[in-house]
């Protein structure tokens, strides 16, 4: 193991992948970077170099960073690494001095087969390939990324962290779906849960935070950006999540339905003559709060809403009314809850969101602090990294905005397969 590790962690689409470089030492980024538009006549390349804390420029955030940006084409993912490997030469951090002790790579899909991080093997990348039945749009980008990677870095371990994978301690019970068994069988449909890596982080955090050990702890996390999930977790085991066979169930989202009675599709097709995939397209692209209210962003429904707009109104309390669902929901499977956490985009940055959802728990011992509710916010105090509890004092149940790090738990996970 070179010394200092760090290691780098990939975030692989279709037409463009995230880097990040991350020393292990201090759990601190070096260098993150986004190349898009892979195919496309001008691709482009984004690079970020982070600036040690204590080197000058320290104290103004906009002197440590520097961002520097390429337009050329980039024909495929192989070239966008070396487009990568260009720009970590050119601006830094030099590869030489922070060379990666392995590489992490998110993949969304690992079926009922993956369950833990895994180091990427000839046969562990057939898998994934063929896991692309249940996640088409996802696992072939993240494999090209994988490939990519590979050739770039060919001397290192690569690891696969999966979505799924914090989810596969659901019981039976939880991820059966009461359809025909034989057909579920033939075809894989159950329940597998998605945003494992971030629910898994935060859940971790939370405990940490409060030096309770995690074994010991009831949590709901709701884990709120343009896609939403909400997860029980039970001494640090998923025992239930609102995403399902796709990250199509569960919570309202951006543009996403959310849970919906599957016959409203036999309806459309039968009536509209709609096809599967238009059916597809309508319920992942244009629904959840942009179909009630034409915008995916909560930023735009909120200034709608001060204005007036009785359809934001609506998209909010629809929202808002499945959130609440869900918590009761999971206050039940749980039998109680000692804490609950609110990450991302929205759960990190939208207070009222926050209260809405639990303003009716006070029976079940949930109290917001609404001050300190109000103060809590991505970038603003707590413990310096963004944690705040924002229950009160007096309050059974302990409720936290943790801010969620999805590319640090993959470089965790990746470091500890990479160590053996
Ligand atoms: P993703 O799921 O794409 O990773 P994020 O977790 O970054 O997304 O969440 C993005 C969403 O967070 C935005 O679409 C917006 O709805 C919401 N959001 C971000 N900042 C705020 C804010 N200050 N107030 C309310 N909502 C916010």
């Known amino acids: 193991m070179t010394d200092p590790t760090s290691i780098l962690v990939v975030n692989s689409g279709s037409s463009s992948f995230k880097y990040q470089l991350i ?4 759990e601190r980024t070096l260098a993150s970077g986004l190349v898009e538009r892979i195919g496309d006549d001008e691709g482009r390349a984004k690079h970020t170099v982070h600036a040690e804390p204590g080197q000058p420029g320290e104290g103004s955030a906009a002197m440590l960073e520097a961002t520097y940006t390429r337009t050329l084409p980039i024909p495929d993912h192989t070239a966008g690494f070396r487009v990568m490997l260009e720009a970590f030469a050119e601006h830094g951090p030099a590869l030489d001095v922070h060379p990666p002790a392995a590489v992490g790579h998110r993949v969304v899909h690992g079926g009922a087969r993956f369950f ?3 180091l990427i093997t000839p046969l562990v990348e057939i898998n994934i390939d063929e896991l692309s039945v249940l996640a088409p749009l996802h696992n072939p980008a993240n494999l090209a ?6 050739a770039a870095f060919p001397a290192v371990p690569h690891v696969a962290v999966f979505d799924t994978a914090f989810h596969q301690t659901l019981a039976p019970e939880a991820y059966t779906y009461a359809i025909d068994a034989k057909v579920a ?3 894989r449909i159950r329940r597998y849960g998605f945003h494992g890596t971030s629910h898994k ?6 405990a940490a935070h409060l030096g309770r050990p995690l074994s010991e702890l009831k949590q709901i996390v709701f884990h709120l950006g343009n896609g939403a999930s909400v997860t029980a977790i039970d001494g ?3 025992v239930e999540t609102s995403m399902g066979f796709t990250p199509l169930e569960g919570l309202v989202m951006g543009t996403r339905s959310g849970d919906l009675d599957p016959a409203v599709l036999f309806h459309l097709a039968r009536r509209e003559g709609m096809s599967i995939d238009d059916l597809d397209d309508l319920l992942n692209k244009r629904s959840g709060l942009l179909g009630l209210a034409g915008s995916n962003d909560l930023r735009d429904i909120r200034t709608a809403i001060e204005q007036g707009d009785a359809s934001a109104v609506l998209a909010y309390e629809v929202y808002v009314h499945r959130l609440r ?5 999971y206050l039940a499977q749980l039998g109680g809850a000692d804490v609950i956490v609110f990450t991302a985009g929205v759960g990190e940055n939208a207070p009222f969101v926050r209260a809405h959802t639990l303003d009716t728990l006070g029976f079940a011992g949930v109290e917001i602090d609404p001050e300190r509710n109000r103060r809590a916010g991505r970038d603003g105090g707590g413990d310096g990294r963004g944690i705040h509890v924002i229950s009160t004092d007096a309050s059974r149940v302990t409720v936290l905005v943790v801010p969620t790090d999805e590319e640090l738990e993959i470089a965790r996970q990746t470091l500890a397969v ?3």
């Open 201 to 206: 982080f935060v859940s971790e955090t939370a």
């Open 145 to 150: 990324g994988i490939v990519a990677a590979r």
């Open 236 to 238: 640090g085991r998923s």
């Open 418 to 420: 990479a160590q053996g």
């Open 325 to 329: 669902h869900y918590a009761g929901a």
């Open 185 to 187: 069988s033939t075809h």
């Open 23 to 26: 020393d292990m030492d201090a």
């Open 116 to 118: 833990e991080p895994t």
